[in-house]
């Protein structure tokens, strides 16, 4: 099976999806062939790998790069990204699946699967650990590897951004502030509700009476034109007379 849902799309719906797919493909398997497992190619950003394989603990994540012809932001060239953050997730072997090399990729050894040439295998990591399509650098205060944009920051005791902030997210109630609850059950949450409605309605009320404006003024303008012409046609039937 082979699958290119919308990057919109949430995990858990269509990892339950698949598992009735997967479900309804074991129903029509013979007895000897039961055991085995309907083999899937899962086409989704490579930022959503833990989540897939919550649901999925079979798979793995090919470090094949998905382009997109007709996409502006997925595919190669000049108006593209430079790296497509698309991968390919399947529960088949990595080793039995062979990249061209003509695209950039290369056989490791001590993976036993085939990865880009600028994804280097970490001797500490033991593994060739870009996610990204770059070359990661390895922390050894946070003893792994991480993209080559991050630093380690003392004061969060981890890898981040350069000028991050140290704070981390806010946790608490984007309303009130409040670290006690969430936005949901903020009991604010109406009057903040009321306050939104009452600034779409006198933005709508203003589009609206835009909109009259543009309209009369058309019709004043249709209105002048029509008299202009009506008086020419009287002067020349008189001239004509």
Request: proline residues 6%; charged residues 25%; contains cysteine.
């Amino acid at each position: 099976m082979v699958t290119d849902p919308p990057f919109g799309g949430l995990v858990e719906p269509l990892a339950v999806t698949f598992k009735k797919l997967i479900a309804m493909w074991k129903k029509g398997q013979s007895q000897d062939n039961n055991h085995k497992e309907l083999p899937i190619f899962w086409i989704f950003p490579y930022f959503f790998e833990s989540r897939i394989c919550q649901f999925f603990p079979s798979f793995q994540m090919l470090d094949y790069q998905v382009d997109y012809d007709n996409h502006a932001l997925y595919k190669h060239g000049k108006t593209g990204r430079k790296q497509s953050p698309v991968r390919i997730f399947t529960n088949i072997p990595p080793n039995k699946i062979i990249l061209p090399v003509e695209e950039g990729y290369r056989f490791c050894p001590l993976c036993q699967r085939y990865v880009s040439l600028e994804n280097q295998h970490c001797e500490h990591c033991n593994s060739c650990t870009s996610k990204d399509g770059r070359k990661w650098n390895h922390c050894f205060l946070c003893k792994k590897c991480v993209k080559p944009s991050w630093i380690h920051c003392s004061i969060c005791n981890h890898c981040a951004l350069p000028g991050h902030s140290c704070e981390g997210p806010r946790d608490g109630c984007f309303i009130c502030g409040e670290l006690d609850h969430k936005r949901s059950t903020c009991p604010n949450i109406s009057a903040a509700t009321r306050v939104s409605k009452a600034v779409r309605k006198q933005k709508q009320r203003k589009s609206n009476k835009m909109k009259m404006e543009t309209t009369k003024g058309q019709a004043m303008n249709h209105t002048s034109v029509t008299r202009k012409k009506k008086r020419r046609e009287r002067a020349h039937q008189y001239l004509c007379s």
